[in-house]
Nanobody, 130 residues
Framework: QVQLVESGGGLVQTGGSLRLSCAASGASLDYYGIGWFRQVPGKQREEVSCISISDGSTYYTDSVKGRFTISRDNAKNTVYLQMNRLKPEDTAIYYC???????????????????????WGPGTQVTVSS
């Protein structure tokens, strides 16, 4: 089973940038879907972005479109989330989730289903100050 570790979180001012990394071990991600999700304690989990490793297709939730970019480095078995123009409402614990999806492209439905079937990392805190 794949194990995931997130890194790259921290404290940044409004308008700043961070790049999160999700490093995988224990399995190749070749036919996996990887998603970034975030959660504020006491609030509902929110999907942020997902990517199909096989073809690189992506999905973004509306609130991050144009600001966040998900990408993968197959050689490093790592997925990244570049976050630009950060806002205080982006403050949360960010988790990456991996789930086998075969060679299919990423869709909103696949992204939404990833947490129910996938492996989770421990999370990384992102705090955006106003």
């Amino acid at each position: 089973q794949v194990q995931l570790v997130e890194s790259g979180g921290g404290l940044v001012q409004t308008g700043g940038s961070l790049r999160l990394s999700c490093a995988a071990s224990g399995a190749s991600l070749d036919y996996y879907g990887i998603g970034w999700f975030r959660q504020v304690p006491g609030k509902q989990r929110e999907e942020v972005s997902c990517i199909s490793i096989s073809d690189g297709s992506t999905y973004y939730t509306d609130s991050v479109k144009g600001r966040f970019t998900i990408s993968r480095d197959n050689a490093k078995n790592t997925v990244y989330l570049q976050m630009n123009r950060l806002k205080p409402e982006d403050t949360a614990i960010y988790y990456c989730v991996a789930s086998f999806i075969g060679g299919t492209s990423m869709t909103a439905t696949y992204c939404d289903d990833l947490p129910d079937f996938g492996s989770w990392g421990p999370g990384t805190q992102v705090t955006v100050s106003s």
